[in-house]
Nanobody, 115 residues
């Protein structure tokens, strides 16, 4: 059974930083395109960032230059470094894995940016 487990969420003040992690029980982690999505109350889930191989990533315009996605294929782990956080970044953040017709989601981790 495939599991994606996120961690690292929490409450942070505006301007602060958090690092999210997602550990995946995938047999060949490196084959998957990995992504972070988020869903704020009353809004649709949106893509935050995705990475295929190290050095090949794309970001939502709203997080460019503030967030960095990375992966460690040896540890089956995906990361999201979030800097200069804003109240609008408040959401549940989900880890996603895609490969051909296979797609998996984590349970989500709450990020709250508030003073």
């Amino acid at each position: 059974q495939v599991r994606l487990v996120e961690s690292g969420g929490g409450l942070v003040q505006p301007g602060g930083s958090l690092r999210l992690s997602c550990t995946a029980s995938l047999s060949i982690f490196s084959l998957y395109t990995m992504g972070w999505y988020r869903q704020a109350p009353g809004k649709q889930r949106e893509l935050v960032a995705a990475i295929t191989k190290p050095g090949s990533a794309n970001y939502a315009d709203s997080v460019k230059d503030r967030f960095t996605i990375s992966r460690d294929n040896a540890k089956n782990t995906l990361y999201l470094q979030m800097n200069t956080l804003k109240p609008d970044d408040t959401a549940v953040y989900y880890c996603n894995a895609k490969w051909i017709s296979n797609e998996y989601w984590g349970q989500g981790t709450q990020v709250t940016v508030s003073s």
